[in-house]
């Protein structure tokens, strides 16, 4: 049985893989391997002209780190422009295909904008995605195995690298999609140091289980940074009602939980960010990063001089 966390995104992939389309020319076996995704160093060839958006790292230091947490090293890839410091952090949450090209091309937008980014490989614990062919093995074997309590506590362990690394602790962000989208909800709460989330289509509201025992609109006396919501208006895992269930207990919630906002796309389906699926919507992927950086900004966590 699939869990809730993951089924918009078997929707997902079962339309990339159902869905023909002029845009998008590679065969169904790569178009599979692109989603469950293909590591640091092998988003090349017919994978990356599925991208639609690649980022140079002209100017900017990056590259994979492990950052030791509990007697376990958690690799992380990170983007930051080379040479400076004191730079805002922003945390990049990966979908639950782990930390691929298009993962680690969103740290580097970020990073070109002055930011020190991390997006962190949160399944390492339990398995790597890459290994994985099979959805419904993938998320038995691996996603289904990941507690929140561990998500939590590596991200804490990413923002003290961060600190010591060259960012400054006093501006963190955090940002995620899907799987991502609903653990930037979750830190928002948790760590009294976000001072902004932006959260892409995350799932809001579910059956509790011992890993996973709450959800964001459980959490909304909790949040300590404001968080925008960007999401679908055609999103079948995720509807337009949870989006107002949520919007309604927010209201109710910390000073910093009233502070949050949500954008709804008409029309845009579940990952309209992710350049590299046949779900990709260009117009309101590119509106809702500006609205990210402008509330990164808006909330604190930019640079005071920028580069």
Excluded at 32 to 55: N, P, R
Excluded at 87 to 104: D, R
Excluded at 215 to 239: M, Q, R
Aim: glycine share 10%; net charge neutral.
């Amino acid at each position: 049985m699939l869990n809730e966390t993951s089924q918009d995104q078997v929707n997902d992939i079962q339309a990339l893989l159902d869905t023909p389309s002029t845009k998008h020319t590679a065969t169904r076996r790569t178009a599979l391997k692109v989603a469950l995704g293909v590591g640091y160093t092998a988003a090349a060839g017919d994978i990356m002209a599925q991208t639609a958006v690649k980022t140079s790292a002209d100017g900017l230091k990056t590259g994979e780190i492990t950052v030791e947490l509990n007697g376990f090293k958690v690799p992380a890839y990170m983007a930051a422009p080379a040479g400076k410091t004191n730079l805002p952090v922003i945390l990049v949450i990966q979908e639950i295909f782990g930390v691929h090209e298009y993962i680690a091309d969103t740290a580097r937008r970020f990073a070109k904008m002055g930011y020190l980014a991390i997006a962190p490989e949160l399944f390492a614990r339990q398995g790597d995605p890459t290994k994985y062919n099979v959805m419904a093995d993938l998320i038995k074997e691996v996603v289904s195995k990941v507690p929140d309590a561990q998500v939590m506590a590596d991200l804490d362990g990413m923002v003290k690298w961060a600190a010591a690394n060259g960012g400054d602790a006093s501006k963190i962000g955090i940002t995620g999609f899907c799987w991502g989208g609903r653990i930037t909800w979750m830190y928002a709460a948790h760590n009294k140091a976000v001072k902004a989330g932006v959260a892409w289509y995350g799932r809001l509201e579910g059956a509790p289980n011992p890993l996973s025992p709450t959800n964001p609109i459980d959490v909304v006396g909790s949040i300590n940074g404001p968080v925008l919501g960007l999401y679908g208006g055609a999103d079948t895992g995720i509807p337009v009602a949870s989006v107002d269930k949520m919007k309604a207990a927010l209201a109710t919630g910390s000073a910093a939980a009233k502070k949050s906002e949500f954008v709804v796309y008409d029309g845009a389906p579940h990952a309209f960010h992710a350049d590299y699926r046949p779900s990709y919507r260009k117009e309101p992927a590119e509106d809702g990063f500006k609205r990210a950086v402008d509330w990164f900004k808006a909330n604190g966590v930019s640079q005071t001089t920028p580069y």
